[in-house]
C-alpha cells in the first residue's frame, strides 16, 4: 500500500512539472514576432507596428534606425565575407 502511494505521488509530480511548459508555449502562441527578424524579411511596415506596440508611447524612430542600421551593416559583412571566400578558391 506505501507503494502504490509512492506511485501516484510521483506521478502528481510528473504531471505537475508539465505545467510551466504548457503555460510557456501557450504564451508563446501571443509573442508578436521579433521588429528585427521582420526587418530581415523586409516587412518594415509591419516591424514598425510591432515595435510601436512593445514600446507603447515611446518614439521608436532612433531604435527602428539602430535595428535597420545594425542590419545593413551585417549584411555588408556576410557579403564581403562570401566574396573573400570565393576569391580565395579561385
Known amino acids: 500500500m ?3 502511494r509512492r506511485h ?5 509530480m510528473l504531471g505537475l512539472s508539465a505545467v510551466p511548459a ?4 501557450v504564451g508563446f502562441l501571443f509573442l508578436p514576432e521579433s ?9 518594415t511596415q509591419k516591424a514598425r507596428r510591432v515595435l510601436s506596440q512593445i514600446r507603447g508611447n515611446q ?3 532612433e531604435e527602428f534606425d539602430s535595428i535597420k542600421t545594425s542590419i ?10 562570401r566574396f573573400t571566400e570565393t576569391s580565395a578558391i579561385c
Request: net charge negative.
Open 72 to 81: 545593413e551593416e551585417e549584411e555588408k559583412e556576410s557579403a564581403g565575407d
Open 35 to 43: 521588429p528585427r527578424w521582420l526587418l530581415q524579411r523586409g516587412l
Open 8 to 12: 501516484t505521488r510521483d506521478r502528481y
Open 22 to 25: 504548457v503555460v510557456q508555449f
Open 2 to 4: 506505501l507503494v502504490a
Open 59 to 61: 518614439n521608436i524612430d
